[in-house]
């Protein structure tokens, strides 16, 4: 529908006091990314030219939120808690600026797809002035229902309104809904608030838009996709059902995933070809895999990107800035961070590696950390090409090893190092020949706890 406009409104002023939480409903996440997040991508993905966003008084928390995700955005405040239609014409600025299609969602419904907008928003385009989005759950007690005539939408009834023959409808309301522009603010202005809330319920457009003679209509979709978030719980059920879409679509992708079940993805989570993920594995935000990894169980990943042929852990942690080039191998309990690791090198066991630089086919031995922080600033560590860091090193940043230097083992660096030679920084070895037979046979003469 490119060649139509498209303004998407989009609900953020709930509180969701059964969250039970300071922070903001919408700004809760799933699968890494707030739902507000994950409702705003899928308008995007949809076509959406123009983006509004309603929030409630005093939440510049989620207005900034907005701003971050999509920086042209408008945003309006609801002072007042006057309804869903109420909410709608909080944002009429950008109402009056025109578009061909309106689409109305909420930001606590994290899970709508692209296609289901497109879905929702297709009958306007042949003719529809309203549209509704509807599915039917395990259990209809409290949803309204989506009253039907063939083809043709008649009524969104609540509940408490309807008669029994409209109770047995399974057909119920998801609250999305589509307009066409030309008649958006028309029907909006027109709803009223006799109800017993005195509120104005966007439900409402579909009655008046067929009493002016227009067109109304139903779409429909999977439960689980407009399934609401209201509670942790269903915070919990909606990364339950996010996580087994992205474990899908990375394994139709091309990735194999030993246990799907125990591996934790974001949504903007990369997986190449061929990459194998082994079991309990966790990956944060702004990871990308390249083809043929191998992740070995007990990892995780946030902001780090990896090329073709690495391998990771056991129990590795790469946190926000690893770059580890192609064929690198990072082993258990090694942790990475704002460190670039080229081509072939190697930091197999128990080390720390943090705003540092290591070069191709560098290796750098088990319990070497690089002494990045002195309490007040971050410092950097360059290793060069074909360097070799012995056991238990500590190099004290800032600091440069050369390209193919040796560092010996047990050594703590604080001078560069430069190419080609060997650092040995460590006190002298001192052996005294019978000192333990003679201190056994002394304790064993006076018998006791130890002074001192």
Same mark, same amino acid.
Request: proline share 4%; with cysteine; aromatic share 4%.
């Given at each position: ?40 991508? +899928?308008?995007? &993905? #949809?076509?959406?030219?123009?983006? $509004?966003?309603?929030? !409630?008084? /005093? *939440?510049?928390?989620? %207005? ?63 003719? +529809?002035?309203? &549209? #509704?989005?509807?599915?039917?759950? $395990?259990?209809?007690? !409290?949803? /309204? *229902?989506?009253?039907? %005539? ?67 209509? #139903? ?8 399934? !609401? ?74 902001? #780090? ?148």
């Amino acid at each position: 529908m490119s060649d139509r406009s498209l303004l998407v409104v989009v609900l953020a002023a709930g509180e969701g006091t059964r969250m039970a939480s300071r922070l903001p409903k919408v700004l809760h996440k799933v699968a890494g990314r707030t739902m507000l997040h994950h409702v705003l991508a +899928a308008t995007r &993905a #949809a076509g959406a030219t123009r983006t $509004a966003v309603v929030v !409630g008084p /005093g *939440r510049e928390d989620v %207005a900034a939120e907005v701003r971050r995700i999509v920086p042209d955005a408008e945003v309006f405040e609801q002072t007042e808690r006057l309804g869903t239609a109420h909410a709608v014409l909080a944002a009429r600025a950008a109402l009056e600026k025109g578009a061909d299609d309106v689409l109305v969602l909420y930001a606590d419904t994290p899970l709508v797809r692209p296609e289901t907008l497109g879905l929702l928003r297709a009958p306007l385009k042949a003719g +529809a002035a309203v &549209a #509704a989005l509807g599915f039917e759950p $395990a259990d209809p007690t !409290g949803y /309204g *229902r989506l009253v039907t %005539a063939g083809d043709e939408l008649v009524a969104i009834r609540e509940e408490k309104d309807a008669s029994p023959a409209e109770r047995a409808v399974r057909f119920c309301n998801a609250g999305l809904m589509a307009l066409a522009g030309a008649h958006a603010i028309g029907i909006l202005e027109r709803i009223g608030n006799a109800n017993a809330k005195g509120e104005y319920y966007l439900t409402d457009a579909v009655e008046i838009a067929r009493a002016d003679g227009l067109s109304a209509v #139903a779409a429909r979709a999977d439960a689980d996709e407009v399934a !609401g978030v209201n509670s942790r719980v269903q915070l919990a059920e909606a990364e339950a059902i996010l996580q087994r879409r992205l474990r899908l679509a990375a394994m139709a992708g091309g990735a194999t995933l030993v246990a799907p079940e125990t591996v934790f993805l974001c949504a903007d989570t990369v997986l190449g070809r061929d990459v194998i993920v082994e079991p309990h594995v966790v990956f944060g935000p702004g990871v990308s895999i390249g083809d043929d990894v191998v992740i070995h169980s007990f990892c995780h990943l946030e902001g #780090a990107r990896l090329e073709s042929g690495v391998t990771i852990g056991p129990y590795a942690r790469l946190r926000p800035g690893t770059q580890l080039d192609s064929g690198v191998r990072i082993g258990n309990f090694v942790e990475t961070k704002a460190a670039h690791i080229e081509s072939g090198a190697k930091v197999n066991h128990l080390s720390y590696v943090g705003d540092a630089h290591v070069g191709a086919d560098a290796n750098l031995g088990a319990g070497t950390i690089t002494c990045n922080y002195d309490g007040f600033g971050k410092y950097r560590t360059e290793i060069g090409a074909g360097a070799f860091i012995g056991v238990n090193s500590a190099l004290v940043a800032p600091v440069t090893i050369g390209k193919g230097a040796f560092v010996g083992t047990g050594a703590v660096i604080t001078s560069d190092v430069p190419d080609d030679a060997l650092a040995i920084a460590r006190s002298r070895q001192v052996v005294k020949e019978g000192w333990a037979r003679e201190f056994r046979a002394a304790r064993a003469k006076s018998p006791g706890k130890p002074k001192g």
